[in-house]
């Protein structure tokens, strides 16, 4: 666990995760990691930070049927607040499955997309991607050469992103108990967390040693699978004490996380949750990543009600 210094009261009162939210559009680079024992191409959109200067990671994988590109807010949001935001595409479970399909056959598609071979696939691409940074970081000539500090890397993702954050920070699968955890990873962020069904939650999440912080909401149910809100609000009291936090956003459905971009015709229940998401994601990555005792004084006191609603919950051990 980090060790804070007290910051002063002047320091936490300037202090705004949200402070520029919807003001800057940080560049872009697209790549692809190669991986050719696998015969797998993995696309990789790269948020850049403004600084030049070696930044921490952040990394983020889409649901079911999504690509790269989603959750553009966060990725745009968490580069302007000095990030290298790496947002990875799985092909397999990416949009190309159901792209150029008629309606009906998409959700057959999606279902069939929804495979523990997938789900193998995507975890072995996150270790790919971390050696292909390791590697652009270390290439003189390459966009990315000395631009990120690896040694502070963050995991994050939505719904089967979320299945794959999971299991690769921490959790034991429930794949002949298999670990997956790849210990680069210092902290992650899980946007509709869940558990299977008859699994022990104790056993899957009771040994996660980094700082989690799980996203969901009141009416997140997938129009895929069998996830439930039990099987969501199960993970939290399974996770051991430190660092682990759960926001919980009122009537939030399990689209309100994968909205690629905002506008000014955005409903506002979508604006709040935008809002909350990333005043909060980015709290708990300058605490947890940065070591800004301003986020940690923010993030464990009154900072979030801040951003948040009445009946939005909030907690955190």
Not at 233 to 260: M, Q, T
Not at 263 to 279: G, M, R
Request: proline content about 6%; charged content about 20%; overall charge neutral.
């Amino acid at each position: 666990m980090i060790s804070f210094q007290a910051p002063v009261q002047e320091q936490i009162n300037a202090y705004d995760p949200a402070m520029i939210f919807h003001q800057q559009n940080p560049e872009r680079l697209e790549l692809v990691v190669n991986d050719p024992i696998r015969y797998r191409a993995v696309p990789v959109l790269v948020y850049l930070p403004a600084q030049y200067s070696p930044a921490p990671v952040v990394m983020f994988c889409h649901g079911l049927g999504g690509s790269c590109k989603d959750n553009a807010y966060l990725g745009q949001h968490w580069a302007a607040n000095g990030y290298m935001a790496i947002f990875i595409q799985h092909p397999g479970s990416d949009d190309s499955i159901w792209k150029g399909k008629a309606p009906d056959e998409r959700i057959t598609a999606l279902k069939g997309a929804a495979s523990p071979r997938n789900f193998m696939l995507r975890l072995k691409d996150i270790p790919l991607v971390l050696d292909q940074l390791e590697k652009w970081n270390t290439t003189k000539g390459h966009a990315l050469h000395e631009r990120m500090d690896l040694d502070r890397i963050g995991m994050s993702g939505h719904s089967f992103g979320a299945m794959t954050t999971q299991a690769v920070s921490g959790q034991t699968t429930s794949l002949g108990n298999a670990s997956f955890t790849d210990l680069r990873i210092k902290a992650a962020i899980i946007f509709s967390p869940s558990t299977p069904h008859g699994e022990d939650t104790t056993q899957m999440f009771g040994n996660v040693k980094i700082p989690w912080m799980l996203i969901t909401g009141t009416k997140d149910i997938a129009p895929i699978g069998t996830v439930d809100m039990k099987s969501r609000l199960a993970v939290f009291p399974a996770l051991p004490p430190g660092g682990k936090y759960e926001l919980v956003l009122y009537e939030a459905k399990h689209s309100d996380f994968s909205i690629r971009s905002l506008s000014k015709n955005t409903k506002a229940t979508n604006l709040h949750y935008n809002q909350a998401i990333v005043a909060l994601s980015t709290a708990f990555w300058d605490t947890w990543l940065g070591e800004n005792v301003s986020a940690d004084a923010w993030l464990h006191g009154d900072g979030p009600n801040s951003v948040l609603k009445k009946k939005d919950a909030w907690q955190w051990k």
